[in-house]
Structure formats: structure tokens, C-alpha cells
């Protein structure tokens, strides 16, 4: 090859690897571009608008609770946060000591905040009153910015404490509905951001951007609040005549699950959360109904006899004998009446709320059928209401259950639920077999009432039929009609059950500590309202559910009644109603005292295993009606 060829050769080499350079550079320029605008175009553009523009933050409004009627239960007022740009500022020293003063901070601490020039902006109150507020506008200090915010408002204070919770400073839910729904009431915040220079002072006549916060949605509960007031009203009264640790009480819709009204006293008011004493705040916030468990006693003696009747274990023609105890695997299981109820049926025995009845019925339910029927009633499962940290309640392993832990089952014993499940399970015995899972929330809506989001009534499980249903239906009627039809609430069909609860402390029975309560329905022969209602630790020298929860129930229901407009179901039984004065039982013989109460039709019980009457409730010289119970107290 002449020179000549050869130096063509080597500058057409040349020529192509500087080609073939120049497409590798703009190919990875194109490559860089790309990965600038389609992968990193969205940091670099949130990157550039954090260097040129400062922004204060717009909080989104809060949504409403409100009850079932639309009565608004938590709203939002407006309130205003103060922030200062520290490169504004002219006289750090006087616009220190003017926010001291006016919002009552530290000079030291505000004066710390507007020197640090590691930020833009500096936060110096989040929640500031309206007479701050309103002096800081007037001033109009270079470098200072109020910023709307928002400031939970409870219209009715105390009202629905559990229920409601609360929220933080900055308007986080922090228990009860605010805090479940936390995501959906809170809405999107929003900002107004200001052009700056690189220092981050604010440039003169460049565009000033406003970027619009969203509102949260509403939530409408299924609460009704004019029910909720008599329902609150009854537990103070409770607590305070029957010098009672707490007291509770849950009404419930019987063929849905719809909670009308929930509560425990004592509660505090939400617009005075008391954030600096939080073993109190923990104490009070807590929705016992959900969280705790109990041991239900007598009540559970619902779901054993609709168990018992379903699974054929028992029928009502079925004759019972209570000589005061029976004899389990050589264990002594007493009854409460201590000098028995002699021969009884099945009716009659749950009427007496004898325990030796509901101890042979366990038996023959046999272990494997009662836990399935306790598990078809939902005992040990949640039940899916809204509210957070709901227990299961405690069913012991059923590997582990002996003959005698059985038979203390079927009257409430050896067995842990919490309120809310053992009303749920009392209103799938008596409403036709229908276990609905309870819920307190109906609809979500956003600020023009167009309804995101609907909840309906959920069917969980099919428990006993509704022949079996109607029977537990008319036991119940029977048990708080033993002097006369439609007696409990003059002129109303309503059936109930009460119970007796032992308290434990560290594994052993607490001596002298009972939780009373009582669960009633209405009406009797087709159910359409549930309550439960308890007093926990009682200490006014009464304990039985009979005498320190019943009364509180029947102010409820009548409430209810009147409320909802319910007229009685026979108007003539108030005639049959009577008001005297207690004698003074103590100076009789018990058999004297409750010769005397026959003749009265009054309903009684016996506590004690002597023939004296040393002590009786109400006491002598009380008030009382014929419909009253009397508790005879003998040694």
C-alpha cells in the first residue's frame, strides 16, 4: 500500500472514532436529560421551588363528627400560628420581647428561634389565642406570620368522652373516632408559598402562589345524642348514689348493631383534655365497653339457656330442684339463695336466676356444643367496631377446661368478655339468631353532604333459631315481671336479666368488690332495643344488679320512651303501681318480712343463710314502689 493510500486509511480511522465519540457524548447527554426530566424532574423541581420560595403551611380544615340527626359533636374554629422569617426581622431583640409578652413566652426561648438562621422559617406559637392574635395583625412586624389553623371545638364538653377521644395541638386524632378516622377527617393542608432569594429574603413584585388546603369529610355516627344525654345523666346519678368506682352503659339497636349511645363515667371535657395528669387522661379516655373485660355473671345466663334450647339439652317443660348447691367433681357450687329454690322449672329458673339450674344445663350442653355456641355468639373474637385497642375477651383453652370450670360457666363464672361483646351476643339471642357486628359510624360525607363512603348492617353468624329466640324472649319478660305483667317500666313490655359480678385482684376474689349490672330489651315480645347498663365497685352497702343497676335502667328506658314518643303497651298498669313507705324488716321474722311483701306483690331476695334480718334495702322510712326490689340481709 503506497503512503498515500495509507494516509487516507488512517484519517478516514480518525474521521470515524471521532464520530463515534461525538454520538457516544450526545448520546449520553440525551441519556442525561432523560433521566433529568423523566426520573429526577420532579426532586429537581420540588429542589428549585424550596431555593426560590418560602412557604407558611394552611391547614386543611378538620371534618365534623355528628350524631345521627346531624347535631354537631366535634367541629374545628379557626386559630392562628405565629411564625417569624428570621432574615426579615429588623430588631431581632424588640420582636422577640413584643411575642414574649403578647403570646406569655419565655423572651429566651423566642429570642433562641428567631437567631437560628438554619431555618426559614420558625414556628413560636401553634395555637394562639384570638387577643394575640388579633394584637400581633395590628402590629404588622416585619418578618411575622400568622398562619391559619384550626382548633378542635366539643359543643357538648363531657359528653361522649370514649367515643369521640381527642386530638393533638396540631389536630392528630388521638383516640376514639378521631383517631380511627383519623386519615379521613384530617383533609389535605395546603400552603402560601412567597418567591425569596437565596438567603430566603422575600423578593419585591414577583407573584405571591396559594396553594388551597382540602377539607376533611365528616363522620356521622349512629349516636343519638339526645339519648346519649339521658344515658350520661343516669351514670352520675349512679355513681354518686351508689358511691360507685364507674359505671357504664351501652344502648344498642337490636336488628342492626347500631350503637345509640355508649358511655362511662367518670369522663373529663374535651375542650380541657388533661394532657399534664396522664394516668387520669389514660384512666378516663379508655372506652371500657370495648377494652376491659369482666366476668358477665348472671347476664351470660341469656346466652346458656338460648344455647341449652337450641341444642335440645333442655326443654321448658324440664323440672330443676335447688337445695342451695350442688356437688360438681366433689366441688361445693352454691347458689346465691342460700336456702334454695326447691322444685322449678326451666322458666321459673331462670326467673330466680338460680345457678344450680344453669350448672346442670352447662352439663348437658356438654363442653364441645358450649363452645361452639359461645364462639357463634362471638365470645373471644372481636367484633370490629371502630375503635382501637378492642379486646377479645378471654375464653380459656378449652383442652384445659375441667367438669367443674364448665358448670361455672353456664352461670358467667370462669369466663372473661367484654360489655360490648356480651351485649352484641344478648342481642343475637332475642332478635330471631341474628349476631350483627355492633358499629358507630353510619357515613362519610364531604362538605357538600354527598355521601364517600356508607356503612350498613353486617351479619356475622347465625346463633339460635327464632322459636328458640321468642322463648328467651318471653324468660327475660318473665324475669322482671314476677309481680304482674308490664310492671318493670309501668304500662311497657320489657324483659331484662340482672347480674352479680365478683371482682379479682391478683387471681383471687377482691372481698367486698362487685360489678352489678343489668340488660334489658324492649320490647319484649319482638325486640328493638338493647341495653346493658354497670356499676362498677357499688359501695353503698348494696351490690345485687337488681337493686343498684335495674333502677337506672328503668330511668333510661323510660327516657328512651319518652324521647322516641313510645306509648305504653298497656296505659292502665300505672294504676296498678304504688307508692308506701318501707317498714322496718329487722324488727320481723323473715318469714313475717316476706309474708308482708306477698301481700304487697313485691319482688324480694334473700342474702344470707340465717332466719334474722339484720339490715334491708331500700331502708326503713324510704320511699319506695311496689315495683321495687327488697333485699332482706340475714346472719
Known amino acids: 500500500m503506497s503512503s498515500k493510500s495509507h494516509s487516507l486509511y488512517s484519517l478516514q480511522k480518525r474521521i470515524i472514532a471521532l464520530l463515534v465519540l461525538v454520538l457516544v457524548i450526545f448520546f449520553a447527554l440525551f441519556l442525561r436529560l432523560g433521566i433529568v426530566q423523566l426520573i429526577n424532574g420532579g426532586w429537581l423541581q420540588s429542589r428549585a421551588t424550596d431555593q426560590w420560595t418560602r412557604s407558611l403551611p394552611i391547614i386543611a380544615e378538620r371534618g365534623k363528627i355528628l350524631d345521627t340527626n346531624g347535631a354537631t359533636l366535634a ?20 420582636t422577640a420581647q413584643f411575642l414574649a409578652n403578647t403570646l406569655n413566652l ?3 426561648s423566642v429570642y433562641e428561634k428567631i437567631i437560628n438562621s438554619h431555618v426559614s422559617e420558625v414556628l413560636i406559637s401553634l395555637q394562639a389565642d384570638k387577643k394575640a392574635t388579633l394584637k400581633i395583625f395590628e402590629k404588622n412586624i416585619e418578618g411575622v406570620y400568622l398562619a391559619e389553623n ?21 389536630n392528630i386524632g388521638q383516640a376514639g373516632i378521631e383517631n380511627f378516622f383519623n386519615n379521613e377527617l384530617c383533609g389535605k393542608p395546603g400552603s402560601s408559598l412567597v418567591q425569596s432569594d437565596l438567603t430566603g429574603v422575600s423578593l419585591e413584585n414577583m407573584l405571591d402562589y ?12 349512629t349516636i343519638d345524642v339526645n339519648l346519649q344525654l339521658i344515658v350520661e345523666r343516669a351514670l352520675e346519678r349512679a355513681i354518686f348514689e351508689q358511691s360507685a368506682k364507674s359505671a357504664s352503659c351501652i344502648v344498642m339497636s337490636a336488628n342492626s348493631g347500631e350503637i345509640l349511645a355508649m358511655s362511662t363515667k367518670p369522663s373529663f371535657d ?7 395528669n396522664i394516668p387520669l387522661l389514660m384512666s378516663t379516655v379508655k372506652n371500657n365497653m370495648v377494652v376491659d373485660v369482666y366476668e358477665p355473671g348472671s347476664t351470660f345466663k341469656i346466652v346458656t339457656v338460648a344455647t341449652a334450647l337450641e341444642t335440645e339439652a333442655a326443654h321448658e317443660s324440664d323440672g330443676f330442684y335447688c337445695p342451695g348447691y350442688c356437688i360438681v367433681n366433689g366441688e361445693r357450687i352454691k347458689c346465691w339463695r342460700s336456702i334454695g329454690h326447691g322444685s322449678q322449672t326451666l322458666a321459673e329458673g331462670f326467673s330466680n336466676s338460680c345457678n344450680c339450674v344453669f350448672t346442670s344445663l352447662a352439663q348437658r350442653i356438654g363442653l364441645k356444643n358450649f363452645y361452639e355456641y359461645a364462639y357463634k355468639f362471638g365470645y ?8 382501637s385497642g378492642e379486646s377479645s375477651g378471654i375464653l380459656m383453652k378449652q383442652s384445659s377446661v375441667k367438669t367443674v370450670d364448665l358448670a361455672r360457666m353456664g352461670f358467667g363464672q370462669a369466663i372473661a368478655v367484654t360489655p360490648l361483646q356480651h351485649v352484641t351476643a344478648a342481642c343475637a339471642a332475642i332478635n330471631g339468631g341474628n349476631l350483627y357486628q355492633p358499629y358507630l359510624v353510619k357515613s362519610i360525607t364531604d362538605k357538600e353532604g354527598q355521601i364517600i363512603k356508607e356503612f350498613n348492617p353486617i351479619l356475622r353468624n347465625k346463633t339460635v ?29 320489657v324483659g331484662g336479666k340482672t347480674g352479680t359480678t365478683q371482682k379479682y385482684a391478683e387471681g383471687k376474689i377482691a372481698q367486698g368488690k362487685y360489678i352489678s349490672s343489668f340488660i334489658g330489651i324492649y320490647p319484649a315480645s319482638a325486640p328493638e332495643y338493647v341495653l346493658l347498663f354497670m356499676v362498677d365497685e357499688p359501695g353503698s352497702g348494696a351490690y345485687y344488679g337488681s337493686i343498684v343497676a335495674s333502677p337506672y335502667a328503668k330511668e333510661i328506658l323510660s327516657g328512651l320512651f319518652e324521647l322516641y314518643n313510645i306509648k305504653p303497651d298497656d296505659p292502665d298498669t300505672n294504676k296498678l303501681v304504688e307508692q308506701f313507705v318501707m317498714p322496718d324488716f329487722t324488727t320481723m321474722s ?20 340465717g332466719s334474722k334480718i339484720v339490715a334491708q334495702l331500700p331502708a326503713a322510712g324510704a320511699k319506695t314502689y311496689t315495683t321495687d326490689t327488697v333485699v332482706l340481709i340475714t346472719n
Do not use: H
Request: aromatic share 12%; proline share 2%; charged share 25%.
Open 590 to 609: 323473715l318469714t313475717k318480712a316476706v309474708s308482708e311483701l306477698a301481700k304487697k306483690k313485691m319482688d324480694y331476695e334473700i342474702d344470707g343463710y
Open 270 to 276: 374535651l375542650n380541657n383534655v388533661p394532657r399534664d
Open 465 to 493: 333459631s327464632a322459636e328458640v329466640s321468642q322463648t328467651v324472649c318471653q324468660f327475660m319478660e318473665n324475669a322482671v315481671s314476677k309481680t304482674g305483667k308490664y310492671i318493670f317500666v309501668p304500662g311497657y313490655e
Open 150 to 170: 384550626n382548633l378542635r371545638e366539643y359543643p357538648y364538653g363531657d359528653l361522649l368522652t370514649q367515643v369521640l377521644g381527642f386530638v393533638t395541638v396540631d
Open 75 to 94: 367541629t374545628s374554629q379557626s386559630s392562628y400560628s405565629v411564625y417569624v422569617r428570621s432574615r426579615e426581622v429588623d430588631d431581632v431583640s424588640q
Open 106 to 108: 419565655k423572651f429566651s
Open 210 to 221: 396559594y396553594i388551597s388546603a382540602i377539607a376533611g369529610y365528616d363522620v356521622n355516627l
Open 380 to 387: 373471644g373474637a372481636k367484633s370490629g367496631i371502630e375503635i
